[in-house]
């Protein structure tokens, strides 16, 4: 959730909700943890003080980034147990599903139009 919070400048629940497909009232209680932690913060949109947009604090920038090391850390490590092929076949295959899905239509899909 913290990394859906960084890419999006305004963020709000329902933004977030919707990426994660989960209610709103479930994001509201993941954010009241995360607050908690001091990781996010929310604040009044300027332009319409009925939007309340979600931010990313120090700590929460932190946190991710913890967050992300570890994951690399972790992929790098998998991929120290493959053979050389074998990493050669796993990236030319990530590739080929990264292609994949940059040139689908990503609003088809999501209203369930074939693709």
């Given amino acids: 959730m913290l990394h859906f919070i960084q890419m999006d400048e305004h963020c709000t629940v329902s933004h977030l909700a919707d990426k994660l497909e989960v209610n709103p009232s479930a994001i509201t209680v993941m954010l009241d943890r995360l607050e908690q932690h001091n990781y996010v913060a929310r604040t009044r949109d300027d332009?319409?003080?009925?939007?309340?947009?979600i931010h990313l604090t120090s700590?929460?920038?932190?946190k991710l980034s913890q967050v992300l090391e570890v994951r690399k850390r972790v992929v790098e490590y998998c991929l120290t147990q493959l053979t050389d092929e074998e990493r050669i076949r796993f990236l030319a295959t990530?590739?080929?599903?990264?292609?994949a899905s940059a040139a689908m239509n990503l609003e088809q899909i999501l209203s369930g139009a074939d693709v």
Avoid at 47 to 53: A, S
Avoid at 59 to 62: K, L, T, W
Avoid at 94 to 99: G, M, R, S, T, V
């Fill in 47 to 53: 332009k319409d003080r009925r939007v309340v947009l």
């Fill in 59 to 62: 700590e929460g920038r932190d």
């Fill in 94 to 99: 990530l590739k080929k599903l990264a292609d």
